[in-house]
């Protein structure tokens, strides 16, 4: 018989309950058996009305999900016509799952052989759970084939019936619902040390601050360097009047001459340090600064000096 690998799992499971099943299967098939074959060992021999019968039934006809099935095939030989041993069954239990060894009995009483072949099923796989409710499955056809006392082969088939499995799980199992929480689930609102708004003020008014606080910086720095240019920077009155002692220095004693080019020297600092580094370098030469010297020093800061 077809119908796929033993379901080991499923059939430790259900092991009472197919062991029962087989029972009654057993039980049922000897009750056919008598049926066919008649009532009483003094019962004369029974005449096929075929020589080659086939029949297929499930017991129970519906059942639910992953409960055990058997599928029984019952063949009616006409042994004068067809011989026994050649008989050959083709089925196909799927999507049927098959859950142990085929089961076979032979019952023959005159020219009529009855044998009954029974298969634990189960209905496992996809097309058992498609949908809710209930699924009709329909399985291939079974046939039958045994060699006629002419050497001739012949053949019969049934179809399955109907098996219907119903659904384990209901429409309002499928149903979306909203599990209830123990407790709230909903966030509490937030809290703060300080409120939003006016830490939002706060920082305004120190932006504000900051802002004043940078500007006076800049105020006062301006203010700072302008102090420092103005007593690092003598007047122009005071350099052109230290020019002038200058060139009346030519003419006087050397002491004189450096007096005056050390007080060139000191004003020119902030406005030409080389000339002033000149000029410093002029009164302190030795043996004594010449007026000529002189007088081409205090030219040269006439012209780069700006009056």
């Known amino acids: 018989m077809g119908g796929g690998a033993h379901a080991e799992s499923v059939g430790a499971l259900r092991q009472g309950r197919v062991l029962g099943l087989a029972a009654a299967v057993a039980a049922g098939a000897a009750a056919a058996a008598v049926l066919v074959v008649g009532r009483g060992s003094s019962a004369p021999g029974i005449a096929p009305t075929a020589p080659l019968a086939v029949h297929a039934s499930f017991e129970p006809p519906t059942v639910q999900f992953g409960d055990p099935v058997t599928a029984r095939v019952v063949v009616l030989l006409d042994r004068a016509l067809a011989r026994a041993e050649t008989l050959k069954i083709t089925d196909d239990l799927a999507p049927l799952t098959q859950l142990g060894p085929a089961r076979t009995t032979r019952t023959t009483r005159g020219r009529l052989t009855v044998v009954s072949i029974s298969v634990p099923a189960a209905c496992l796989t996809d097309p058992c759970v498609a949908r809710p409710g209930e699924t009709r499955l329909e399985l291939p056809r079974v046939t039958a084939a045994v060699s006629a006392a002419d050497d001739r082969v012949l053949r019969a088939g049934t179809a399955w019936p109907v098996l219907r499995v119903q659904s384990r799980v209901t429409a309002a199992d499928l149903a979306p619902v909203r599990p209830p929480f123990r ?125």
């Not at 008014?205 to 006062?220: K, N, P, S, T």
């Not at 030469?285 to 002189?294: H, Y």
């Open 183 to 307: 407790a709230d689930a909903s966030p509490p609102p937030p809290s703060y040390r300080i409120a939003p708004a006016t830490l939002a003020r706060l920082f305004e008014a120190l932006a504000a601050l900051l802002a004043v606080a940078g500007a006076g910086l800049v105020v006062y720095q301006v203010g700072l360097l302008a102090h420092r240019r103005r007593r690092a920077s003598p007047a122009l009155g005071e350099l052109e009047d230290a020019l002038r002692l200058a060139r009346e220095a030519e003419a006087r004693p050397a002491p004189d001459r450096r007096r005056a080019l050390s007080l060139v020297a000191r004003l020119l600092e902030a406005r030409n340090r080389r000339l002033a580094g000149a000029a410093r370098e002029l009164a302190w030469s030795e043996p004594k600064p010449e007026p000529r010297a002189l007088s081409e020093l205090v030219s040269e800061i006439e012209r780069e000096v700006p009056s």
